[in-house]
T-cell receptor, first 115, second 114 residues
Framework: AQSVTQPDIHITVSEGASLELRCNYS??????LFWYVQSPGQGLQLLLK??????LVQGIKGFEAEFKRSQSSFNLRKPSVHWSDAAEYFC?????????????FGAGTRLAVHP | EAQVTQNPRYLITVTGKKLTVTCSQN?????MSWYRQDPGLGLRQIYY???????DKGDVPEGYKVSRKEKRNFPLILESPSPNQTSLYFC?????????????FGPGTRLTVL
């Protein structure tokens, strides 16, 4: 069965430091992968997505993610974190089933940013 | 502004009292779905709809009903809420059904069942 694992429940970084959030997936076919961010009290916003082609994907707010098929990973990175990046981050894989694209989400990683 | 709206945003109720959470989108999207978010579990799909009058179960449909009588609206109905349905609920919509179609999420409804 398809699944997404985010090994880190909580991560704390200092403002200006680099960030990497881990995501591992289990999917039989070529995965369609997404990263969403949920700011406090807000809905989910799409940061970036990977379907095919270049394995390094650029997203909004200075985020990027790298797809590594050999490691079944799609880690999210940012070179310099801002205080406004404090939020919960969700990795997801798209599964086409019953004529509909369903998102299978990981449990999420909550990011705290120290000034 | 293109958006998905949900009402209410917060709701406290008691066991067994029927309630409806509304969802509306103004993007003329065909596909809509409901998710619940629980700590440590991420988001799980409850129901989805591919068009008017076409709905189907997601991964956790027990205790929920939905209807799609108009394209823009997709209400979630809890006929007899129980405490294990205390959760954060999200409605989402997308233009197409392909795996690459971005889903747009509403702001969420936090439900507490006492």
């Amino acid at each position: 069965a398809q699944s997404v694992t985010q090994p880190d429940i909580h991560i704390t970084v200092s403002e200006g430091a680099s960030l990497e959030l881990r995501c591992n997936y289990s999917y039989g076919a070529t995965p369609y992968l997404f990263w969403y961010v949920q700011s406090p009290g807000q809905g989910l916003q799409l940061l970036l997505k990977y379907f095919s082609g270049d394995t390094l994907v650029q997203g909004i707010k200075g985020f990027e993610a790298e797809f590594k098929r050999s490691q079944s990973s799609f880690n999210l990175r940012k070179p310099s974190v801002h205080w406004s990046d404090a939020a919960e981050y969700f990795c997801a894989v798209g599964r086409f089933s019953g004529g509909y694209n369903k998102l299978i989400f990981g449990a999420g990683t909550r990011l705290a940013v120290h000034p | 502004e293109a958006q998905v709206t949900q009402n209410p945003r917060y709701l406290i109720t008691v066991t067994g009292k029927k309630l409806t959470v509304t969802c509306s989108q103004n993007m003329n999207h065909e596909y809509m779905s409901w998710y619940r978010q629980d700590p440590g579990l991420g988001l799980r799909q409850i129901y989805y709809s591919m068009n008017v009058e076409v709905t189907d179960k997601g991964d956790v449909p027990e205790g929920y009903k939905v209807s799609r009588k108009e394209k823009r609206n997709f209400p979630l109905i809890l006929e007899s809420p129980s405490p294990n349905q205390t959760s954060l609920y999200f409605c989402a919509s997308s233009l197409g059904s392909g795996r690459d179609n971005e889903q747009f999420f509403g702001p969420g409804t936090r439900l507490t069942v006492l």
